[in-house]
């Protein structure tokens, strides 16, 4: 099957209940059963079911199933947002002294939770580029696990999974990838060789806006050394299924990070367009980029722009398109913000995969709180704008930032 057949035949649809073309919101906390025994089965593993809407919702494993098949892993488990997925899969597998390989030009929330995790013992080392040769120089015997975005928010850098998952490899490491920006649409990191996807399904995935959630990926395939990653103590029976059942079974059950129903379910409708969005946002965004660059707009960045230097890593592992984000230099902090002020469309907000244009001043919101290195490390200057694009029509999105910029001037 192709991917957008397959969002509306995979496996995990055809199976709700009453014939239901979409799974019913279990919009409840716990699950009653007539025989105690049951219920006892159910809290020890022993037989299917649900108990409490925290451990185990129908809905929300709904969605889970459909993600986990999209990306073909073993297992999901959806989070209450991104940050929780991120936390959790990090959680579940270090352990304080252990160290974590990561990019600088990564989402600012994560840059902010990797200094969370110093003050629990977990320290990170930073890349900035997505490169074998800056990656292997930062292994230590203490390193644990190498993370990075398969296309960074809001850096655009693009990492080359299968050239870093095999480096990983060679030392014994797992790779995490955050793939919310490529989105299962435009890679499937799990086959080119990462261990371990995350998405921030609140952005692409669901694709209107109207939920936070987050999901995590197992691929099932690393062989963990029990000795070496001794946060997964405890779980040697489970062998290459010891990531997701400690983090099903212990950390997400304890940290509580659940997804709502409602919210699980508002991301299996939007799911089922997310080819379709994918493919106009793509579209859209390219033909913003070229535009802007046209105009002599200055540091156009946009992964599948021929001045990009991802252009071909795009064209081999993203389909040959570069996502749904770009960004520019205004020139100055004011004309940044008076090009945000002048924009008609785009609005004004801090989100990106929404159906709707969306831009925003990183520098003074969502990379506020790290410091002025971290943010340079992530591409974000005074004068960066970031442009979620969005589906409208790309003749009124070039044209309207096209007026904004010369209102700007
Ligand atoms: C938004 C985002 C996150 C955080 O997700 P939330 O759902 O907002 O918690 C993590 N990584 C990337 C790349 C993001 O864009």
New binding site residues.
């Given amino acids: 099957m192709e991917f957008n057949t397959k969002l509306l035949h995979g496996q995990a649809v055809g199976s709700y209940p009453n014939g239901g073309t979409l799974p019913p919101i279990a919009q409840t906390n716990a699950f009653r059963y007539d025989c105690f025994e049951t219920l006892e089965k159910v809290f020890s593993h022993k037989a299917m079911g649900f108990a409490y809407s925290r451990i185990g919702n129908p809905t929300v494993a709904a969605f889970e199933q459909r993600i986990s098949e999209l990306e073909g892993g073993v297992g999901a488990i959806a989070t209450s947002?991104?940050?929780?997925?991120?936390s959790m899969a990090l959680l579940c597998i270090l352990s304080p002294g252990d160290e974590i390989i990561a990019g600088s030009g990564?989402?600012g929330?994560?840059i902010d939770l990797f200094g969370n995790l110093e003050k629990l013992g977990i320290h990170t080392r930073f890349f900035h580029e997505p490169t074998v040769e800056e990656i292997e120089p930062l292994i230590t015997p203490r390193t644990r696990v190498i993370f990075g975005?398969v296309i960074?928010?809001p850096s655009l850098r693009v990492m080359d999974v299968a050239a870093v998952a095999a480096l990983a490899h060679q030392h014994k490491l797992p790779l995490i990838v955050?793939s919310?920006?490529a989105t299962p649409y435009l890679a499937n990191p799990l086959a080119l060789g990462a261990d371990i996807v995350?998405h921030?399904?609140?952005?692409y995935i669901n694709g209107s806006g109207d939920a936070?959630?987050?999901v995590i990926v197992d691929g099932g395939k690393f062989p963990w050394d029990f000795s070496f990653h001794t946060a997964l103590q405890g779980f040697e029976k489970y062998k290459k299924l010891a990531f997701l059942t400690r983090l099903r079974t212990d950390i997400w059950e304890n940290f509580g990070g659940c997804l709502a129903p409602m919210n699980a379910f508002l991301n299996v409708v939007g799911l089922e367009t997310l080819g379709l969005r994918m493919s106009r946002i793509c579209e859209n965004a390219a033909a913003l980029a070229q535009a802007l660059e046209e105009a002599g707009v200055a540091e156009v960045r946009y992964p599948a722009l021929a001045s990009h230097p991802a252009h071909g890593l795009c064209a081999r592992q993203l389909r040959g398109m570069g996502g749904g984000i770009l960004t520019f230099r205004a020139g100055s902090k004011e004309k940044a913000v008076s090009i945000l002020n002048h924009l008609r469309y785009a609005a004004i907000a801090s989100?990106?995969?929404d159906v709707r244009t969306l831009v925003i001043h990183p520098a003074s919101t969502i990379a506020l709180k790290n410091t002025k290195e971290q943010r340079q490390a992530g591409g974000i200057y005074q004068d960066t704008i970031r442009v979620s694009v969005g589906i409208e029509d790309s003749k009124d999105l070039i044209q309207d930032f096209l007026q904004a910029i010369s209102a700007a001037e």
Avoid: R
């Fill in positions: 947002s991104g940050m929780a997925a991120l990564s989402y929330g994560t975005e960074s928010n955050d919310t920006t995350i921030s399904s609140s952005k936070i959630s987050g989100n990106i995969g």
